[in-house]
């Protein structure tokens, strides 16, 4: 869902990298999505599920869906090194899909290339380790094996007692 969600909220971001997972991620949560808004017009206007008609929450679901597509798709494209204008090879009708199947699917450069570095790539990386950031020491914090300061009384001196 970190995916999905960070690829919505990036939807005017063209620039940076985004993961394979995060690309394949945010693509299965859109389908799902719109889906889900395909049944619930149906159910709430009456028209068949088989029918070619569209109803007004399946057009919102797509328009909402059509610019995060193209971004998500851009940084998968930086992420393997393209250029985003590569995106335009679906004007070639068949060529042009399993040219972009085949992107989609190869692995991301390893290193930093021309669109950013691999610390770049957004919330679903896992080869970023996430920091936690403490104003507690770590020898302080609960769970700790570590063993713990001696506490310092008012009049300077250590004492055993601890107010924790």
């Known amino acids: ?29 859109s389908i799902i999505v719109c889906v889900a808004a395909v049944f619930a017009d149906s ?6 599920v088989q029918s070619k ?8 679901v797509a328009v909402v869906h059509t610019l995060p597509t193209l971004t998500v798709t851009v940084r998968r494209l930086h992420d393997i090194g393209r250029s985003g204008w590569w995106y335009f090879i679906y ?9 972009m199947l085949v992107w989609m699917c190869w692995p991301s450069d390893e290193y930093g290339n021309d669109y950013g570095d691999t ?19 770590r020898v302080v914090r609960m769970g700790s094996n ?7 009384s008012r009049d ?7 107010f924790i």
């Not at 999905?4 to 991620?25: K, N």
């Not at 570590?146 to 310092?152: E, G, H, L, N």
């Open 1 to 29: 869902m970190r995916s999905y969600f960070d690829g919505l909220l990036r939807s005017f971001e063209f620039s940076g990298r985004s993961t394979r997972a995060q690309y394949w991620l945010f693509t299965l949560f």
């Open 43 to 48: 159910l709430l206007t009456g028209v068949p």
């Open 53 to 60: 008609e569209l109803g007004p929450l399946t057009v919102f």
């Open 91 to 99: 004007a070639l009708p068949v060529i042009g899909a399993v040219v």
């Open 119 to 137: 610390s770049d790539r957004g919330a679903g990386s896992r080869r970023r380790r996430r920091e936690t950031y403490s104003t507690i020491p």
């Open 146 to 152: 570590a063993a713990r300061p001696p506490s310092i």
């Open 156 to 162: 300077g001196h250590n004492t055993q007692e601890r």
